[in-house]
């Protein structure tokens, strides 16, 4: 006679493990979310750190594009240009592109017999600072450095340098016809910005016909007569 199959069931559970499925199911509605919300934070911590450290290294990776005239003047000129700003403690100017929303220009004045004298203007942001320099003749390896400040304001100021042809102007090198003047003064402007570096020259300009000699003239009285005290 065939025998009945019982249906199959589950085994029992263990006793001593039945507790701790239960407690285990008791708080893992607790625990999750503030799991989760603390992974969460943690996750995105990581990705404002790693946002922050990519955007600096870019910045120093970026490379400064540098346009400087192959011209007599040049080397000549920044071998005064650097001796002097390496006594203030500036840094050069064309070794490295600024952050984006920075720009600098630095314009020197001399390199014949008066004393090199040089204004740094630069803008970080909305924010202006200034800083003039000068080499003293009487006293080996001295400088003088101060903070500087326009007296019609930094806006006013540069607005008028704009109109000026201050980022524009071309190096003198590439115009015809130029005065050849015995010592007198020259101009020297640096330019960094936009991850671009440009330097041109003056030498002379009152001696010159050019247009663009006027305008460099009237640069240096504009920066002269606002920074003077």
Known sequence: MASKKRPNKPDAVNPA?????????????????????SMRAHVFKLLAVLFVVTFHLNDEAAEL????????????FFKSINRLATKAGWKSLREAPLPSQ????RVWIGFGLSPLQGYSLRQDGSRWTGRYIVESFQQTNSVAVRDI????GWDKLWTRLIQ???LALPDSSTLRGEEMVTDGV???IEINRDGRYRTYQYGN????????????????????????K
């Open 17 to 37: 493990i039945a507790p701790r499925l239960h407690a285990g199911d008791q708080w893992r509605g607790v625990t999750d979310p503030d799991r989760c919300l």
């Open 186 to 188: 020259s101009y020297v």
């Open 102 to 105: 920075s720009m600098e220009v």
């Open 205 to 228: 300009p009152q001696e010159q016909k050019w247009p663009e000699a006027k305008k460099i003239i009237s640069i240096v009285q504009t920066l002269q007569d606002e920074f003077t």
């Open 164 to 166: 000026l042809d201050l």
């Open 65 to 76: 594009q540098r346009h400087i005239p192959k011209a007599t003047w040049e080397p000549i």
């Open 149 to 152: 400040a326009p007296k019609s």
